[in-house]
């Protein structure tokens, strides 16, 4: 990032912002409402109304250590989409691919099965990237909601403009590369889109376990339908029938040969987009957003070089987590108070070390910074 800049302009071409607004499907009270009405809820409704204030529309697991998407069940799907047809050969054709030609074969297919799986779960239970929300005050609120909502941060990356825009749900205004996910109802840093398959965004912390996924479903498509076919041309061998007896005398086979097949289309053409993706440092939303000839690559102003890229997503360290998400209590535990804030405590304490909204006169909060910068 080259250089910097603060605009207000609220004249400036919507279109050219990277961020977008959603509406908020939650209701977001303030503390004394909340007092009043939590005497008259039951648990399982506060525990929902915490869920929606302080994770969007995740649910948190182990203490926050692992959070769940709203979409949840689809993800179960999709794992009963990647074992059924993997139960099925392993109770038609394993055995007897075994005992014919090698039990490596097989291994290797539970290997497939077990570290896509492994993917999956890893890509939908880690948190993508979010960025913590503010939770201020009526009076602030109705401030930022007048004076921000129209505002715009301007940077010049790489000798190409880029705008944010400030996200009126999460109370903040985004840095580059975030997007609000109207799913998820939280902003997420280098978000590439939200995956219904696996019921959570894909952003800048997870991106590399679903490309891992997606390759080794891939692989264990391929393996699986090199198997059936192997299977059905040794029956053919053996036996000596022609193909379509041998089809007719295992239909189990035939029916594992096409649903991998089609499978194998359907991810492989994703694998392939997210590489070519990945090749030039863009995301499938600024693929779709910008404007560019059909069938060719937008430009970017973030690569660094195909490696590097490659380098950069993939195999460097992955970024630290900015939310520490809350087990589902009924209560809400809040940082410490601050300077600014000695009348009411601060509902997001700020990370030593911050990188994404440090300010300069020492505050520790996000609502600090953002009074800061409307004072400035």
């Avoid at 007048?146 to 940077?155: E, G, V």
Wanted: proline share 6%; with cysteine; hydrophobic share 40%.
């Amino acid at each position: 990032m080259n250089c910097f800049k603060t605009s207000k302009d609220s004249s400036a071409d919507e279109s050219s912002s990277d961020g977008h607004f959603g509406e908020s499907n939650i209701d977001i009270a303030d503390k004394g409402r909340g007092a009043q009405l939590s005497q008259h809820l039951s648990t399982a409704q506060l525990i929902r109304r915490r869920r929606g204030e302080n994770t969007g529309l995740h649910y948190v697991l182990c203490g926050g250590r692992m959070i769940v998407g709203p979409d949840w069940l689809v993800m179960l799907g999709a794992i009963a989409l990647v074992a059924a047809p993997t139960g099925i050969w392993f109770g038609f054709i394993a055995p007897d691919e075994g005992r014919d030609i090698s039990w490596a074969i097989v291994a290797v297919i539970g290997a497939t099965f077990v570290i896509t799986i492994c993917c999956l779960l890893s890509a939908a239970f880690m948190d993508p990237g979010f960025i913590p929300r503010q939770h201020v005050g009526e009076v602030d609120t109705e401030q930022v909601d007048a004076r921000m909502r129209s505002a715009k941060m301007q940077y010049e990356v790489n000798g190409q403009i880029v705008y944010t825009k400030y996200c009126p749900i999460c109370r903040l205004m985004r840095p580059p590369r975030v997007s609000h996910c109207k799913k998820c109802n939280n902003c997420c840093r280098r978000q590439d889109h939200h995956c219904p398959y696996i019921g959570q965004c894909i952003g800048e912390r997870n991106h590399r376990f679903y490309l891992a996924f997606l390759f080794s479903v891939t692989v264990h498509c391929c393996l699986v339908f090199a198997t059936a076919v192997e299977r059905l041309a040794f029956i053919s061998d053996t036996e000596n029938l022609s193909w379509a007896a041998a089809i007719r005398h295992e239909p189990a086979v035939i029916c594992i040969m096409s649903y991998t097949f089609v499978a194998f289309w359907f991810i492989g053409g994703l694998l392939v987009f997210h590489c070519m993706l990945i090749s030039i440092n863009s995301t499938s939303r600024d693929f779709f957003l910008r404007s560019h000839p059909w069938c060719s690559l937008p430009e970017t102003p973030w690569s660094i070089g195909c490696l590097g890229n490659w380098y950069q997503i993939v195999l460097a360290g992955r970024p630290p987590r900015l939310v520490e998400f809350q087990p589902l209590t009924p209560e809400l535990q809040v940082g410490p108070s601050c300077c600014r804030h000695a009348s009411r405590l601060c509902s997001q304490p700020m990370p030593q070390g911050h990188p994404l909204l440090a300010s300069s006169d020492g505050a520790q909060c996000f609502s600090c910074n953002l009074n800061h910068h409307l004072a400035g």
